[in-house]
C-alpha cells in the first residue's frame, strides 16, 4: 500500500479521499490556498501545506507548489480528486517524474482519452459506436463538408477540456465558419489548445456514463451505469444510477461497450466513458473522463464498492480487487448537487457566510460536503458546496427519501439550489424518469 498520500484538491473531494486513507491506514497530507486556511480537508488532513493564494493559477494548479509540498513532507503519492490538475496529463507526468505515484491513470492514457477525437478513434477500434463526425481537429471547410453529408443540426466541439466549454450548436451551413472560429478560440482559453472537431446533434439523447477501473494490464471491471441527463448549460444538476431510461438489453450492451473501449487502451485506475443514448436507446460514445467522477457516490451506493479505495490500492500496484461477477446491482440511488447559487436570480452565485447548518439523516441518505456553520464560501472556486446522496431499495423509495432530506437540509446565510430539487420532486417527467438533456433547459425557461 502506499505509504503517504498528498491530496492536490479541496473541499468535498479531498475529505473523500482523506478519508479513504485514514481507513486504510495511509497518512495524508492536504494542500491548501490562502482562502482556505480553516477549510475541513485542512483540519481532518494528518498534515497541511499551504501552496499560494487564493486564485486557483497561484495554488491549487501551481504543480512546482504541490510537488514541492509532496517532496517536504514525504509523501510517495498524489490524488489531484477531479477539477484542477485530475485531467493534465503535464501534472500526472511531472509526479512520475517526481517519484510520486498518481493516483489515476498514466499521462499517456490522460493525453490519450482526453483527446475527444483520439478517444473517438480508440472506441471505433474497439468496436464501441460513436456519434457520426469528423475525425482530428477540423477546419471551418472540413467541418462544412462533413456537416452536409451528416446533416444538420451538429455540434463543434472543443478536442480537449470538457465542462461544457468549447460547444456550439449549429442549425444551418451559415452559421458553422463563426460557430467553428468561436469555438476555437474558447477552447484555447480554457484549455491551451483550440482544436476542434464535428458530430451530429441527436436531439435532447439521454446522457448515460458508464464507471469503468483498470489495472492497465488490460483487466477492466464496470460499475454500472448513471444517468446524467438533468443538466443546465451542460452542467449536471443531479445523477441517478442506475439510469431509469434504458433497458436491461441496453445496459448489458453499454457496460460491455465501455469495458471494450478501456480494454483497449490499457486503462489503469477509474475512469467514465460518457454516452449518448437516443429515444430507440441507440448509443453513441462521445468521452471519457480520465478521472474519478463528482458522482461516484451513487456508484458506490449501489455496488457496495468504495471506489476512491479501488484508486488507491491500484495505484500502490496491487490490481483489481474485485471481479466483475463479485460487484452487485442494488437499489437505486440519487445524488443532488447543492450549489451555492440563487436559482432565482439566474443561479448568480452566492458566496459568504454559512450561518448555520443542518444536515438531513436517517437511513439511506450520504451528504458528502466540507461546509460548516460559521464556514466562508470563497468566490474563487466551484459553486458547489455539497452532494445529497440517497439510496433507495427502488427509485419510488429513492425519489421520497431524496425530497424528505432535501426538506430537512438546511444551509443557512447563502443561497442554494435546493429549491431546484424539491421543484424537480414535483414534476411529472422528472417522476416518470422520461427526460432527456434539453428537459431541464426547457422546464427553466417557463418559469415558476
Same mark, same amino acid.
Given at each position: 500500500?502506499?505509504?503517504?498520500?498528498?491530496?492536490?484538491?479541496?473541499?468535498?473531494?479531498?475529505? &473523500?479521499? *482523506? !478519508?479513504?486513507?485514514?481507513?486504510? %491506514?495511509?497518512?495524508?497530507? =492536504? @494542500?491548501?490556498?490562502?482562502?482556505? /486556511?480553516? #477549510?475541513?480537508?485542512?483540519?481532518?488532513?494528518?498534515?497541511?501545506?499551504?501552496?499560494?493564494?487564493?486564485?486557483?493559477?497561484?495554488?491549487?494548479?501551481?504543480?512546482?507548489?504541490?510537488?514541492?509540498?509532496?517532496?517536504?513532507?514525504?509523501?510517495?503519492?498524489?490524488?489531484?480528486?477531479?477539477?484542477?490538475?485530475?485531467?493534465?496529463?503535464?501534472?500526472?507526468?511531472?509526479?512520475?517524474?517526481?517519484?510520486?505515484?498518481?493516483?489515476?491513470?498514466?499521462?499517456?492514457?490522460?493525453?490519450?482519452?482526453?483527446?475527444?477525437?483520439?478517444?473517438?478513434?480508440?472506441?471505433?477500434?474497439?468496436?464501441?459506436?460513436?456519434?457520426?463526425?469528423?475525425?482530428?481537429?477540423?477546419?471551418?471547410?472540413?467541418?462544412?463538408?462533413?456537416?452536409?453529408?451528416?446533416?444538420?443540426?451538429?455540434?463543434?466541439?472543443?478536442?480537449?477540456?470538457?465542462?461544457? &466549454?468549447? *460547444? !456550439?450548436?449549429?442549425?444551418?451551413? %451559415?452559421?458553422?465558419?463563426? =460557430? @467553428?472560429?468561436?469555438?476555437?478560440? /474558447?477552447? #484555447?482559453?480554457?484549455?491551451?489548445?483550440?482544436?476542434?472537431?464535428?458530430?451530429?446533434?441527436?436531439?435532447?439523447?439521454?446522457?448515460?456514463?458508464?464507471?469503468?477501473?483498470?489495472?492497465?494490464?488490460?483487466?477492466?471491471?464496470?460499475?454500472?451505469?448513471?444517468?446524467?441527463?438533468?443538466?443546465?448549460?451542460?452542467?449536471?444538476?443531479?445523477?441517478?444510477?442506475?439510469?431509469?431510461?434504458?433497458?436491461?438489453?441496453?445496459?448489458?450492451?453499454?457496460?460491455?461497450?465501455?469495458?471494450?473501449?478501456?480494454?483497449?487502451?490499457?486503462?489503469?485506475?477509474?475512469?467514465?466513458?460518457?454516452?449518448?443514448?437516443?429515444?430507440?436507446?441507440?448509443?453513441?460514445?462521445?468521452?471519457?473522463?480520465?478521472?474519478?467522477?463528482?458522482?461516484?457516490?451513487?456508484?458506490?451506493?449501489?455496488?457496495?464498492?468504495?471506489?476512491?479505495?479501488?484508486?488507491?490500492?491500484?495505484?500502490?500496484?496491487?490490481?483489481?480487487?474485485?471481479?466483475?461477477?463479485?460487484?452487485?446491482?442494488?437499489?437505486?440511488?440519487? /445524488?443532488?448537487?447543492?450549489?451555492?447559487?440563487?436559482?432565482?436570480?439566474?443561479?448568480?452565485?452566492?458566496?459568504?457566510?454559512?450561518?448555520?447548518?443542518?444536515?438531513?439523516?436517517?437511513?439511506?441518505?450520504?451528504?458528502?460536503?466540507?461546509?460548516?456553520?460559521?464556514?466562508?464560501?470563497?468566490?474563487?472556486?466551484?459553486?458547489?458546496?455539497?452532494?445529497?446522496?440517497?439510496?433507495?431499495?427502488?427509485?419510488?423509495?429513492?425519489?421520497?427519501?431524496?425530497?424528505?432530506?432535501?426538506?430537512?437540509?438546511?444551509?443557512?446565510?447563502?443561497?442554494?439550489?435546493?429549491?431546484?430539487?424539491?421543484?424537480?420532486?414535483?414534476?411529472?417527467?422528472?417522476?416518470?424518469?422520461?427526460?432527456?438533456?434539453?428537459?431541464?433547459?426547457?422546464?427553466?425557461?417557463?418559469?415558476?
Amino acid at each position: 500500500m502506499l505509504k503517504k498520500v498528498l491530496v492536490a484538491n479541496r473541499g468535498e473531494i479531498a475529505l &473523500r479521499v *482523506i !478519508r479513504a486513507c485514514r481507513e486504510l %491506514g495511509v497518512p495524508s497530507v =492536504a @494542500v491548501y490556498s490562502g482562502a482556505d /486556511e480553516e #477549510a475541513l480537508h485542512v483540519r481532518l488532513a494528518d498534515e497541511a501545506v499551504h501552496i499560494g493564494p487564493p486564485k486557483a493559477q497561484k495554488s491549487y494548479l501551481n504543480i512546482e507548489a504541490i510537488l514541492e509540498a509532496a517532496k517536504e513532507t514525504g509523501a510517495d503519492a498524489v490524488h489531484p480528486g477531479y477539477g484542477f490538475l485530475a485531467e493534465n496529463a503535464g501534472f500526472a507526468a511531472a509526479c512520475s517524474g517526481a517519484g510520486l505515484a498518481f493516483v489515476g491513470p498514466s499521462a499517456e492514457a490522460i493525453e490519450k482519452m482526453g483527446d475527444k477525437s483520439a478517444a473517438r478513434r480508440i472506441a471505433r477500434e474497439a468496436g464501441v459506436p460513436i456519434v457520426p463526425g469528423t475525425e482530428g481537429n477540423a477546419s471551418p471547410a472540413e467541418a462544412l463538408e462533413r456537416a452536409e453529408e451528416i446533416g444538420f443540426p451538429v455540434m463543434v466541439k472543443a478536442a480537449a477540456g470538457g465542462g461544457g &466549454r468549447g *460547444i !456550439r450548436v449549429v442549425e444551418s451551413a %451559415g452559421e458553422l465558419e463563426e =460557430a @467553428v472560429r468561436a469555438a476555437s478560440r /474558447e477552447a #484555447a482559453a480554457a484549455f491551451g489548445e483550440g482544436s476542434v472537431y464535428l458530430e451530429k446533434f441527436l436531439v435532447d439523447p439521454r446522457h448515460v456514463e458508464v464507471q469503468v477501473m483498470g489495472d492497465g494490464e488490460g483487466n477492466v471491471v464496470h460499475f454500472y451505469e448513471r444517468e446524467c441527463s438533468m443538466q443546465r448549460r451542460r452542467q449536471k444538476i443531479l445523477e441517478e444510477a442506475p439510469s431509469p431510461g434504458i433497458s436491461p438489453a441496453t445496459r448489458e450492451a453499454i457496460t460491455a461497450a465501455a469495458v471494450r473501449l478501456a480494454e483497449e487502451a490499457s486503462y489503469a485506475n477509474a475512469g467514465t466513458a460518457e454516452f449518448l443514448v437516443d429515444q430507440d436507446e441507440s448509443f453513441y460514445f462521445i468521452e471519457m473522463n480520465t478521472r474519478i467522477q463528482v458522482e461516484h457516490p451513487i456508484t458506490e451506493e449501489i455496488t457496495g464498492v468504495d471506489l476512491v479505495k479501488e484508486q488507491l490500492k491500484v495505484a500502490a500496484g496491487e490490481g483489481l480487487s474485485l471481479k466483475q461477477d463479485e460487484i452487485p446491482l442494488s437499489g437505486h440511488a440519487i /445524488e443532488f448537487r447543492i450549489n451555492a447559487e440563487d436559482p432565482e436570480n439566474n443561479f448568480f452565485p452566492s458566496p459568504g457566510e454559512v450561518t448555520g447548518v443542518e444536515v438531513p439523516g436517517g437511513p439511506g441518505v450520504r451528504v458528502d460536503t466540507a461546509v460548516f456553520a460559521g464556514y466562508q464560501i470563497p468566490p474563487f472556486y466551484d459553486s458547489m458546496v455539497s452532494k445529497l446522496v440517497v439510496r433507495g431499495a427502488d427509485r419510488h423509495e429513492a425519489l421520497a427519501r431524496g425530497g424528505r432530506a432535501l426538506e430537512e437540509y438546511r444551509l443557512e446565510g447563502i443561497k442554494t439550489t435546493i429549491p431546484l430539487h424539491l421543484r424537480l420532486l414535483r414534476e411529472e417527467a422528472f417522476l416518470s424518469g422520461r427526460y432527456g438533456t434539453g428537459y431541464l433547459e426547457k422546464l427553466l425557461s417557463k418559469g415558476g
